[in-house]
């Protein structure tokens, strides 16, 4: 079992189930990591149902150097107990603007952001500032969220999702179906979209209950007029599966690995069809 360590926020996750000793020297690595040039970020196509490419999800990553490539999994818990991820994601943010903004055609790019970030005064004007310094237009925007953030404080949470959305940014709620109440969060918090976690998709072939979940937030979210992504679509079955039941864009390994920034544009310039 893991400990919060001094009732810490924390995050679980049951496939990174391993506690590390070296927590301590990694947080202090991290803190030289922006300067030092050891982040990047990997950009994962995102499709319609018809394959064309509507843009991208920036994912972080850190390339350490004498401990080679660290996964996100371990080191965003470790930013986020720190606070390090308020100036790792505004740098993620920044960047990821200027990526999109320099791409040939209109795509989206969509940002995590972390429950910490979202409750950090400021957000809006750093939002507000991507914007401005990369040119990009504000609906090319979308900021992911997961439910953490609505369960910690609900009234803070609904209020900059409205001034983000004042900005004419797209929120998008992450990980959706793996939380606690998500299905009430959706009428009560103005998200455009909704991702359907991978742990859903995963079970699509073989489990019937994973199958009527899925269609069910489908249809839900349609009739609410919220968008639906579904992430880590790996098999050609899966996206036959998603597509016949009518999900709006699609996500994973069978159809794009998240790509270094160098190889977007290309990438763009051979999928991009408009
Ligand atoms: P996420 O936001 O749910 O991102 C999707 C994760 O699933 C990514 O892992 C992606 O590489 C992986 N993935 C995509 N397609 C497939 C697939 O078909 N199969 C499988 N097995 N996996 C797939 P990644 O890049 O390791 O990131 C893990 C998590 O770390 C992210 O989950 C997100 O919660 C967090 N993260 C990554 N970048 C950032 C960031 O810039 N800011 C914040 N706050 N969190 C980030
Ligand atoms: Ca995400
Ligand atoms: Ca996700
Ligand atoms: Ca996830």
Redesign the pocket.
Known sequence: AKHGGRGCFRFFDAEIDHEVDDRPQLERELQSAIAGNELA??Y?PIFDRDEKLLGF?????WTHPTLGPI???RF?PI??ESKL?VH??EW?LRKACRTAADWPLPLRIA????PI?MLQKGLCSTVEAALNESGLPPEQLEL?I?EGVLLQDADAANSIIGQLRALGVRIVL??FGTGYSSLSYLHRFQFQKL?I??SFV?RLSDDRNAQAIVKAIISMSRDLGIAVTA????TAEQLQQLRLQGCDEL????LG??LPHDETGAFVARYGTE
């Open positions: 970020l990997a994962q999800e920036a994912l972080m990553r996964s996100p999994a965003i930013a986020e991820i790792m994601g993620a940002v995590n952001l972390s970030q992911e997961t992450d990980d991702k976690d991978r995963q992430e880590g679509v790996e996500q994973g390994y069978r690995r998240p």
